[in-house]
């Protein structure tokens, strides 16, 4: 049965065959992903067209250490207007560009590479004070 808007008569007004939603798309190479953030029907699968491309998020860092990312906020604020849902991935990347609060998955993170940071330095502080004992 083909998704045709309703009459108004039957008071539920025009149909919508699927929930949009903010997602990553994957380009570029092995090795070096780039990515599009896009609005498409979540049914569809990330090789179809898009509906619209809000963004780009390329997670490898430059010469700078600088992961480059690139948002349309106004569209961004139009679609989450028209009650497009946001990935998971989507909603951390726009927690820590500001537009939503920042995701707890962000602070986890954060929180597991500060302790493999500091382990890292403690290891690194007693490899380095064994030989200068053991030869004194």
């Known amino acids: 049965m083909p998704r045709l808007p309703l009459h108004p008569s039957s008071g539920t007004g025009r149909m919508q065959p699927f929930v949009k939603v903010i997602r990553f798309v994957r380009y570029g190479c092995s090795n070096r992903p780039f990515f599009h953030i896009v609005v498409m029907n979540s049914k569809l699968n990330q090789h179809h067209a898009p509906i619209e491309q809000l963004g780009t998020y390329d997670p490898m860092p430059n010469k700078y250490n600088e992961k480059l990312i690139a ?7 139009y679609w989450l207007g028209s009650h497009a849902n946001v990935s998971k991935p989507v909603a951390e990347l726009f927690g820590l560009a500001g537009f939503y609060p920042v995701h ?5 993170t954060a929180w597991r590479n500060r302790g493999d940071y500091n382990k890292a330095e403690e290891d690194k502080d007693f490899n380095s004070a064994t030989p200068a004992e053991s030869a004194g």
């Not at 948002?71 to 604020?77: A, D, K, M, T, Y």
């Open 71 to 77: 948002l349309n906020f106004e569209r961004i604020q």
């Open 104 to 108: 707890p998955r962000t602070y986890i």
